[in-house]
């Protein structure tokens, strides 16, 4: 159980398009989703929070009109990365928790996307 | 804010040997979580290990052990009998008791080589 997907998971672009990934948990319930961004070798860093009926909260530093965040329903948190340019280029995860006070407190993560922008 | 330091960036180990990797975590909280997650080349996060703070005992599964030490806010992962499926990344995680506040904490990661 507790499995989270992506779409897609590898994407190029040109430079200057949007592209939009998807994140959705296959066999629970969200009401919390989280987008980071991995660069090679390093850690993962937080970039936004999701809140599903909210506006997604979003880490100091990440632009908040480049990358949009939608979250639906309680299984499809949406990042859509605008007019994406080459410094965009990394690998992308969700990861979504379940409700609030339902154990267990881990998040479960997607596979990542990786977008490579021309 | 809380932070979360691992501080061996590269460990190598002797395959069916045991090695340990270290976490160090500074919190001003009293209640929060604890997790070892594993990424291997694949990239797909795979937790390992969970650790409530207000748990004495020490979590295992398996291969896996930690030591939490809470008054020394250490929490190291004891991989015992390592395995070539074991050769990844490994991420220690911090998270709020606070359920309100859900954000995941990482260290910046141990790479684990296995030696056949």
């Known amino acids: 159980g507790a499995v989270v997907s992506q779409h897609p998971s590898w994407v190029i672009c040109k430079s200057g398009t949007s592209v939009k990934i998807e994140c959705r948990s296959l066999d629970f319930q969200a009401t919390t989703m989280f987008w980071y961004r991995q660069f090679p070798k390093q850690s993962l860093m937080l970039m936004a929070t999701?809140?599903?009926?909210?506006?997604?909260?979003?880490e100091q530093g990440v632009e908040k009109d480049k990358f949009l965040i939608n979250h639906a329903s309680l299984t499809l948190s949406t990042l859509t990365v605008t007019s994406a340019h080459p410094e965009d280029s990394s690998f992308y995860i969700c990861?979504?928790?379940?409700?609030?006070?339902?154990?267990?407190?881990?998040?479960?993560f997607g596979p990542g996307t990786r977008l490579t922008v021309l | 804010a809380q932070t979360v330091t691992q501080s061996q960036p590269e460990m190598s180990v002797q395959e069916a040997e045991t090695v340990t990797l270290s976490c160090t975590y500074d919190?001003?909280?009293?209640?929060?979580?604890l997790f070892w997650y594993k990424q291997p080349p694949s990239r797909q996060m795979i937790l390992v290990i969970r650790q409530e703070a207000y748990k004495q005992q020490n979590a295992t599964e398996n291969r896996f052990s930690v030591n939490f030490q809470k008054a020394a806010k250490s929490f190291s992962l004891k991989i015992s009998d390592s395995q070539l499926g074991d050769a990844a990344m490994y991420f220690c995680a911090y998270r709020s008791g606070d359920f309100g506040n859900e954000k995941l904490t990482f260290g910046t990661g141990t790479r684990l080589t296995i030696i056949p």
């Open positions: 999701s809140n599903e009926g909210s506006k997604a909260t979003y």
């Open positions: 919190t001003s909280e009293s209640d929060y979580y």
């Open positions: 990861s979504a928790s379940l409700l609030p006070g339902q154990a267990p407190f881990e998040q479960f």
